[in-house]
């Protein structure tokens, strides 16, 4: 399978935790795009890394949250003190800058609940 | 600021044709992208326009007018597998894309 990864695919923690979620992108994408999403709604942009320098970071995204992509391949984003508004899909996508669309491609996504 | 506004639900009939259709307005055009989300999975691209015009591709189709800031997603033959979510987003003058909340589209029989 050579899609966008992600693991693990569901996380049930207790609040005051600290999680780590795992994505593997497609192996040629140099970007890569960490979002948060709710029922209802779309995707919330969370941060986005182009190789290994990450270029932007949602101003809504609290300090717990750090994200991280060390080699320009694989990346991890963590959540310290988990609270029960962590709740949510975090889903992980990649793209291939320079590409005419740029079109973003999704992992799986990983379920967070926070009890 | 930025806005994309889409209908929350639609209902359509296995067998018949549906449009959904998606209004924005963003800072700069660089592409506006269709995705399908089912229950409890992942967006999957449909279709992208940055020109204006239709976009066809097998029974799903895609139009762009970027003088009015609309575009539909036309999906014909309906099957019961198209029941999702259809997401419009635009990716804007940074290259970031902005979201909508979604379309739930529900095929009865």
């Known amino acids: 399978d050579t899609g966008v990864s992600q693991d693990p695919r569901h996380k049930i923690t207790k609040r005051g935790q600290n999680v780590t979620f795992r994505c593997d992108p497609i192996s040629e994408h140099n970007r890569l795009y960490w979002y948060r999403q709710t029922l209802g709604q779309g995707p919330e942009f969370l941060t986005y890394?182009?190789?290994?320098?990450?270029?932007?970071k949602s101003r809504l995204l609290s300090d717990r949250f750090s994200a991280e992509r060390p080699k320009g391949s694989f990346s991890t984003l963590e959540i310290q003190r988990t609270e029960q508004g962590d709740s949510a899909m975090y889903l992980c996508?990649?793209?291939?800058?320079?590409?005419?669309?740029?079109?973003?491609?999704f992992g799986p996504g990983t379920r967070l609940t926070v009890l | 600021g930025q806005n994309i506004d889409q209908p929350t639900e639609m209902t359509a009939t296995e067998g018949a044709i549906v449009q959904i259709n998606c209004t924005y307005q963003t800072s700069g055009f660089n592409g506006l992208f269709w995705y399908q989300q089912h229950a409890g999975e992942a967006p999957t691209f449909l279709s992208y326009?940055?020109l204006d015009g239709l976009e066809e591709k097998g029974r799903f189709s895609s139009f762009l007018s970027r003088s009015k800031g609309y575009s539909y997603l036309l999906l014909k033959e309906l099957q019961m597998k198209d029941s999702a979510s259809y997401l419009c987003a635009v990716l804007d003058s940074n290259y970031q894309l902005i979201w909508g909340a979604g379309t739930k589209l529900i095929i009865k029989p």
């Open positions: 890394f182009q190789n290994e320098a990450q270029l932007e």
């Open positions: 326009n940055v």
């Open positions: 996508a990649s793209s291939l800058r320079g590409e005419v669309t740029d079109t973003q491609y």
